[in-house]
């Protein structure tokens, strides 16, 4: 073994501090917005005078929210479906197919995740604009799906390039269509591609802020959008205690995630 950790000598010690650091840096600001939204004061105040639930009351019994809440959630649940769909047929595609310029469509499938996101909300915007589709269902679905759909596809084909196909073709040489031997052979065999695909699918559409505030209107706005307008006209704990329970369902499905990982691959 070219490293061994145990024989680093003091830099052990080195490597140790910086992961402490920086697992501080990242940890710290989730811990300090969970902390204020527990707040007794009415005004973002670190550290807080005295704790309370009040805000999360608040939180759920302002119709407001819970407007948004659903919203973001209709929204996520229909990218979710369509993206692993389109991310299916797709990584099919890239993987099987033999085609002229199939490594430059795979990268233009990937653009999304490089393209800085302002610029894609500000084309988004444009284009919607001219054809009736801003501040609707429609609108956000789409432009949510534009985000969500690269995360389908690079997970569903790294699946897919991991999984043996001559399993497939002996279901087809044992008398399954080609189309059965998918369902029930290779579907299976990448659900934990799947899986991860409709969990970053979902999370993508549920935390997205910047081309969710160019598609909002008046009366369709999702969650991290009034997070947005709230914390521009009032620095209110509720606007935290949001933010928490954003937060909190995001580390929830990103360690559901791990979990079924580890046990679909066992």
């Not at 948004?68 to 047929?89: D, E, H, N, P, Q």
Request: aromatic share 12%; with cysteine; glycine share 6%.
């Amino acid at each position: 073994m070219l490293l061994n950790f145990d024989r680093l000598g003091w830099w052990k010690l080195v490597l140790i501090g910086i992961t402490l650091l920086t697992t501080a840096f990242l940890l710290l600001p989730i811990l300090f917005i969970a902390a204020l939204s527990f707040g007794s004061s009415q005004w973002l105040i670190f550290p807080p005078p005295g704790w309370t639930l009040r805000w999360y009351q608040e939180l759920l019994e302002d119709p407001r929210w819970l407007d948004s809440a659903w919203t973001s959630f209709r929204i996520a649940i229909i990218v979710t479906v369509l993206s692993v769909l389109l991310g299916l047929v797709t990584s099919f595609g890239l993987n099987r197919g033999r085609f002229l310029f199939r490594e430059a469509l795979k990268a233009l499938f990937l653009t999304p995740m490089i393209l800085p996101v302002v610029v894609l909300a500000v084309a988004l915007y444009a284009f919607f604009l001219q054809i009736g589709l801003n501040g609707t269902l429609t609108g956000f679905v789409i432009s949510h799906l534009v985000l969500a759909l690269p995360f389908s596809i690079l997970s569903i084909t790294n699946a897919l390039e991991g999984f043996d196909k001559s399993i497939e073709d002996a279901a087809v040489l044992c008398g399954a269509s080609p189309f059965e031997a998918k369902i029930r052979v290779t579907l299976p065999a990448i659900s934990h591609g799947v899986f991860s695909a409709a969990i970053f699918s979902f999370l993508t559409s549920w935390d997205e802020v910047v081309v969710a505030i160019f598609m909002a209107s008046p009366t369709l706005q999702t969650l991290p959008v009034k997070v947005w307008s709230t914390l521009r006209q009032d620095l209110t704990p509720v606007v935290a205690a949001a933010s928490t329970l954003l937060i909190l369902l995001t580390v929830l499905l990103m360690v559901l995630v791990a979990i079924v990982r580890k046990g679909l691959k066992s």
